[in-house]
């Protein structure tokens, strides 16, 4: 069974620091690319930032700077750690795995931030 579990969202102040975490089972996590997206609210859900296999990282541009994506293949866990958040930054936020044709979804971790 194919579980993505994300944990570490939570209510943080403008340039406040997060740091998100996915783990999966269920699938040979090493062989995957692994995601982060984000949806705000009544806004389309966006990639943030995305992993290969080998390491190879990129982000969005609103986030380039202040947002970095990591994954332990040792713990099937990819990691979004994220400073000088701003209000922009509130949304769920969601991790994928990919290969090919074939997608998992976490269930979603609520970031919000406000003073």
């Known amino acids: 069974q194919v579980q993505l579990v994300e944990s570490g969202g939570g209510l943080v102040q403008p340039g406040g620091s997060l740091r998100l975490s996915c783990t999966a089972s269920?699938?040979?996590?090493?062989?995957?690319?692994m995601s982060w997206y984000r949806q705000a609210p009544e806004k389309e859900r966006e990639l943030v930032a995305g992993?290969?296999?080998?390491?190879?990282?990129r982000y969005a541009d609103s986030v380039k700077g202040r947002f970095t994506i990591s994954r332990d293949n040792t713990k099937n866990t990819v990691y979004l750690r994220m400073n000088n958040l701003n209000p922009e930054d509130t949304a769920v936020y969601y991790c994928k795995g990919g290969i090919g044709n074939i997608f998992y979804w976490g269930q979603g971790t609520q970031v919000t931030v406000s003073s």
């Open positions: 992993i290969s296999f080998d390491g190879t990282t």
């Open positions: 269920g699938f040979t996590f090493n062989s995957y690319v």
